[in-house]
């Protein structure tokens, strides 16, 4: 199902190897952007958090700030995937994909805008209260998925060679983690250390980290680069942390995601700047000029995602709580219109980072790994075949 299209080499070929070009992946400042944010964002300002209990009130301004500059931003540039023609071919080729791509996200921005002008929260609040919690579990798992997703995409740029069964024990791994997300988020935000559901859940976690670690030694022991295993151990080790932080208080989750957010932007990069584009495509025209300047690029998605911050914290993905939706009609369902945006992002992503679609690993593959690079097949930052709007993860 893949469509007829070339993706350019993303760097300059490697020393001593002319015939091939390094992909976006096997350079080392991606890395350091992503590993590094836990370090200048997560950790600190989690600390901060704990330590100060007012912490958001006081610091709103700084808040609004972080929540439109990473959170907000990684939403609105997954619409960039529709201004390219190659993918408006794939996305158009079959009916799955038509569903998938078109009639699905349309059908979630007319559900959520619906949701709004009809005041379905106010009228049916025991509804609402169990709507906007499969809204929370969606958020936790996409954040799963993807740290689950990543870690692969760094296995596979490391060449080491893990146990296959490594990559179920991970998945697993992750998904039970958003499991006890939710538990935290049940008791109030607030870390529950009575209970024997706690014990379940420690003993399935405990459990599969032993499994893991079991997988990454024998990967060392089975190395003969074992430097390059750091990157994808420290990613695991850093997004458990990270996790652990918003087990311990729902609020933290907020500066958890800062990897999250910051890695997407990352990998965001070469399908935003490097992808190959057909001058005869009206659409491709346009976005050409659009990522012509990169500044102004980023300077106007900076403006739509403050205008959305400004107007959205009323929405449904941003609150702890329900509330009546007041004012004029126009802006409830301009409310509505950006919780499809953020479900939307949690339902679309979960397919168009499948490498075991050959269409994405055609496209994907040599854009973040070169030429005759590592291929993850089968590798997915959030597999359909787990995910989906009934069963995907946000954040």
Request: proline fraction near 4%; aromatic fraction near 18%; include cysteine.
């Amino acid at each position: 199902m893949s469509i007829g299209s070339t993706i350019p080499l993303t760097s300059e070929p490697q020393a001593g190897d002319a015939a091939r070009a390094s992909g976006f992946l096997e350079n080392s400042l991606p890395v350091y952007f992503v590993l590094g944010t836990f370090f200048a964002i997560t950790l600190p300002f989690s600390v901060f958090a704990i330590t100060e209990p007012d912490f958001f009130r006081r610091n709103s301004v700084l808040v609004a700030f972080y929540l439109c500059c990473f959170s907000i931003t990684h939403f609105v540039l997954t619409l960039t995937i529709y201004l390219q023609s190659g993918n408006l071919r794939y996305f158009s080729s079959t009916w799955i994909n038509r569903t998938i791509y078109f009639v699905i996200p349309i059908a979630i921005f007319v559900l959520f805008d619906l949701y709004s002008a009809l005041q379905v929260a106010a009228l049916f609040p025991v509804f609402a209260s169990v709507f906007r919690s499969g809204i929370r579990f969606l958020d936790f798992h996409h954040f799963n998925r993807q740290n689950f997703g990543v870690l692969q995409l760094f296995k596979a740029r490391s060449q080491a060679p893990f146990p296959k069964w490594l990559k179920t024990a991970e998945n697993l791994y992750f998904f039970s983690v958003s499991l006890w997300l939710m538990q935290t988020f049940f008791n109030e935000g607030k870390f529950n250390g009575n209970g024997i559901h706690l014990a379940v859940t420690v003993s399935i976690v405990a459990l599969l980290l032993t499994v893991i670690l079991y997988g990454f030694a024998k990967a060392w022991i089975h190395s003969t680069n074992r430097a390059a295993l750091l990157v994808p151990f420290g990613y695991f080790l850093l997004q458990s942390v990270s996790a652990a932080l918003a087990i311990y208080a729902t609020a933290l989750y907020f500066f958890a995601l800062a990897m999250h957010y910051v890695e997407y932007h990352v990998l965001m990069v070469p399908r935003c700047f490097k992808t190959n584009l057909d001058s005869n495509s009206r659409v491709d025209r346009f976005f050409e000029r659009l990522r012509g300047n990169k500044a102004l690029f980023y300077i106007l998605l900076f403006a739509l995602s403050a205008w959305i911050t400004a107007v959205a914290l009323g929405s449904i993905s941003l609150q702890q709580t329900f509330a009546d939706r007041s004012g004029t009609l126009g802006y409830v369902l301009l409310l509505g219109l950006f919780d499809g945006i953020f479900v939307f992002h949690y339902f679309v992503e979960s397919f168009i980072w499948k490498f075991s679609d050959s269409y994405y690993r055609q496209t994907l593959g040599p854009l973040y790994f070169g030429d005759g690079g590592p291929k993850p097949i089968g590798l997915s930052i959030s597999d359909p075949t787990t995910t989906g709007l009934a069963s995907a993860g946000t954040a």
